[in-house]
């Protein structure tokens, strides 16, 4: 863990998670800035990341995205919602951990999130059930390595955004 932490939370989970809508919610009651990581690689690329998938494949997209988040970092203090991904990439969790960032992941059971995703066709990786648990099992070991973990299975957005207020962070 680096000496000096900054003053920086970045939202960790799986699509579906909540952590755009928490993100926007809890900036709000900091007063901090709000920067959603896939909303920046939007509006820097031109085109939604279904597009950007569909046009350059995903090894692009996590180039971009590693951009957008070390682009992101200079913010301070700042909410920064990440992808769903990007924090199981692992130079992109060293990265975080090195920089002096809080983490929290959004914690919520696979079957929840699958509903929350369904009829959503903006999220290029959710295809089929099978394929969204096993990505989720992938990823799960690197949302663990976040500093706090909060359960969104049965909450609001706004609920879980005060009880990240409540942890030991600020
Ligand atoms: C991704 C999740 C998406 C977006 C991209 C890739 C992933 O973000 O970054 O489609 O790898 O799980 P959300 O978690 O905001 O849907």
Redesign the pocket.
């Known amino acids: 863990m680096p000496v000096v932490r900054r003053r920086q939370i970045y939202l960790v ?5 909540g ?2 809508s928490v993100g926007a919610l809890l900036a709000g009651r900091l007063h901090w800035p709000f920067i959603d ?2 909303t920046t ?1 939007e509006a820097g690329q031109g085109l939604n ?1 279904r597009q950007i ?1 569909e046009n350059a494949g995903e090894p692009f ?1 996590r180039e971009i ?1 590693r951009a957008a988040l070390a682009e992101a970092s200079k913010t301070e203090p700042a909410v920064i ?6 924090f ?1 990439q692992r130079a992109n969790l060293d990265f975080i951990q090195e920089t002096g960032g809080r983490t929290v992941w959004l914690d919520c059971p696979a079957d929840e999130l699958r509903r929350r995703c369904a009829g959503i066709t903006t ?3 959710f295809r089929d059930a099978e394929s969204f648990a096993q ?1 989720l099992a992938e ?1 799960l070991p690197y949302y663990q390595r976040a500093e706090y973990r909060v359960s969104t299975a049965v909450r609001e957005p706004l609920e879980v955004a005060e009880q990240i207020l409540e942890l030991e962070i600020f």
């Open positions: 989970g799986f699509m579906g998670s952590k755009s990581l896939d690689i990341i998938f997209f995205e919602a990440l992808g769903g991904g990007t199981a999220r290029p990786l990505l990823r």
